[in-house]
């Protein structure tokens, strides 16, 4: 990876220290360029697939994908090499960082490991999952889970599930909650403006870096809802309520970034792909599922109590062996 200016390839390092190694001859190459566009590098055909936050066409062998204007990447389809031209230096940090993620998200699941859209921590060895929605709150159950020795992190956003149902650490950084940021030191965080969302907080990795599990073993899947109530409490449900809430958070994948604009296909042959894709997803899930205890977590008003709460009902679980069933 190169970049003409150093803050967006620190930011990116710094997310994805979890996965350093040593530089390699091989693999692809991200440039990123803080100037704009070259106009003879822009497309003439017509668009392919439109987002939120931007729209993608293709041609001569290439996938040039339009931030509105603001920026321009264009991705080689043959080596997915990757360039990135923008004058706003924010914008080459994010739209690389989402760029990242779409590929190893494809990569990971052409070899079986699909992402779900959930807190995932471990708890006596266990993992312990909770699925929430986009703004539901995972990375403050998952910092103020942190603040118990014993528990230990895979992923605040989007851990990885095997075919046998084990979760598997992907932990970049943590996004805080608007007016949660101070539960973290000053040094430890930092500060970036999305292109939808507006302003986020984040963590960084090092904060918690010696607090990562690389792997564990299913142990509670937790279906998350909010409330405004002053206390927290859980309740089991079925494996079909839980297969209900992992379609949406891994099947489909609604909240994590699936890099549509980069992979997407116009022929018959990707929409039968995707379709294999699916039940491979379905099928990780319900690994997942038939080897952990399936529960509702009521959240309420209190991040520590929940996180509290939690805590102490995984280990209960875990001391008495009831892990495996409902």
Request: hydrophobic residues 40%.
């Amino acid at each position: 990876m190169r970049s003409s200016v150093e803050e967006p390839l620190r930011g990116i390092a710094e997310d994805f220290g979890f996965f350093a190694a040593e530089a390699t001859t091989e693999g692809v190459t991200i440039e990123l360029f803080a100037e704009a566009p070259p106009p003879e590098m822009r497309p003439t055909t017509t668009a392919i697939a439109y987002t939120p936050r931007n729209v993608a066409y293709r041609e001569r062998g290439q996938r040039f994908i339009d931030y509105h204007g603001r920026a321009l990447g264009i991705q080689d389809e043959a080596t997915a090499n990757f360039r990135l031209y923008s004058l706003d230096e924010g914008l080459l940090y994010e739209a690389t960082y989402l760029y990242l993620l779409s590929q190893i998200g494809q990569n990971l699941d052409e070899a079986g490991l699909h992402r779900m859209h959930a807190v995932g921590v471990v708890i006596s060895g266990r993992a312990v999952l909770v699925m929430l929605p986009m703004g539901g709150g995972k990375s403050t159950v998952g910092l103020h889970l942190l603040r118990h020795p014993e528990v230990k992190i895979l992923s605040d956003d989007s851990p990885f599930i095997d075919r046998r149902g084990r979760a598997l650490a992907f932990p970049l950084r943590l996004g805080l909650l608007p007016g949660s940021e101070h539960a973290v030191p000053p040094e430890s965080r930092r500060t970036i403006q999305r292109m939808e969302f507006g302003p986020k907080h984040l963590v960084n990795y090092s904060y918690f870096r010696d607090r990562v599990c690389a792997s564990a073993e299913p142990g509670i899947l937790f279906v998350g809802a909010r409330t405004m109530a002053e206390g927290c409490r859980i309740e089991k449900i079925s494996r079909l309520e839980g297969m209900r809430s992992c379609i949406t958070n891994c099947v489909v994948g609604v909240g994590l970034f699936q890099g549509l604009e980069f992979i997407l296909q116009s022929s018959p042959w990707e929409l039968f792909s995707k379709g294999k894709l699916g039940i491979s997803r379905a099928w990780n899930c319900w690994q997942l599922l038939r080897r952990a205890q399936v529960c509702r977590i009521y959240l309420g008003r209190d991040p520590e109590r929940n996180a509290l709460t939690l805590l102490r009902y995984a280990e209960k679980t875990f001391a008495s062996g009831l892990a495996n069933g409902n």
